[in-house]
DNA sequence: AAGGCCATGTAACAAGTTACATGATTAA
DNA sequence: TTAATCATGTAACTTGTTACATGGCCTT
């Protein structure tokens, strides 16, 4: 695969928890092939460069797989600033919290139609849990907002 | 405060959802002191550096407070491996999961405890709004695990 | 075949992490 | 009073982001 075929792939598979930006792919493809984990094939159009893993690559990716799992780490800043929802003009909370509840049904809607086409393919389970993942986060997250004080 | 009261602080205040770094800190405060954000004190043992906010450095708080919120940004090493769960070897993710169960209950007791304390000091409710945040995460995340598959 | 559009890749920058050096405090 | 510990701050490095340049494709 390219660069940008990679990027397509990884956001597909891991949409609401992990993300790569296409910056990130490109600047390791050089990388990993001088460590013999994928190998450059003859370039496309738009000079797009296709690479394919190799057997050191899929050893080293079943490697990493298991490693520990680390902490999970995440950044929100919708809770950050209902933190200081106190020092907040009043109704901004509302504002906020309604914006917000917007865009995460549209996210909820997104994931459901994910974990559907998943199953409906027959897809692998795995792949179905983290999509059910992301459903899971997405109800968390706007039942959550219900509760937020708007005063 | 000095850089590390502020990162104890910031810890403290917004553990589940968002994270700050000694040195990212300690690399902003001489800069938002050139800025007039911040004015240095006198300092203290350890060469500890306290600053105190200005007026300006209030206003500019208020200012960022009311920018959009941008969408949120997770990062979950466990989701991720879960889903290449077909890769693993057998009992792989059941270990994977039975190790991410016993540190989500952990957080999920210390979001517990947390509210109850925030609650307990009589605290401002939007506070206690972020700390509910956590509970509600860490309450997904531990159902969310009861419905993978481990085989 | 010309112009707009989208995908490829690059490069400069910003944010985040890890490892280190140093100076108080505490405890043996 | 010496050694261990912990907090302060710095510096080097890695990862992530934004902005840019270029080249096929697709429509008209």
Redesign the interface.
Known sequence: MTGGELVAAAKE??D????VTRSQVYRELPGLAEAGYVRPGKLGPRAAQPYAITAAGKRA??NW??E??????????????????????PG??KQ?VD??RT?HQEALAASRARVAQLKKEGG????V??A??GI??E???L??LD???TG
């Open positions: 598979r891991m609401p928890f992990w993300s990716f079943r797989l298991t520990a799992a680390g902490a999970d780490h995440s950044r929100n800043p919708l809770v950050l600033r209902i933190g200081f929802g106190a020092h907040h003009a901004a909370v906020l914006d917000a865009r692998d389970s795995f792949l849990a983290t059910e993942f899971a986060y109800r968390a997250l039942r959550w509760t937020v004080p």
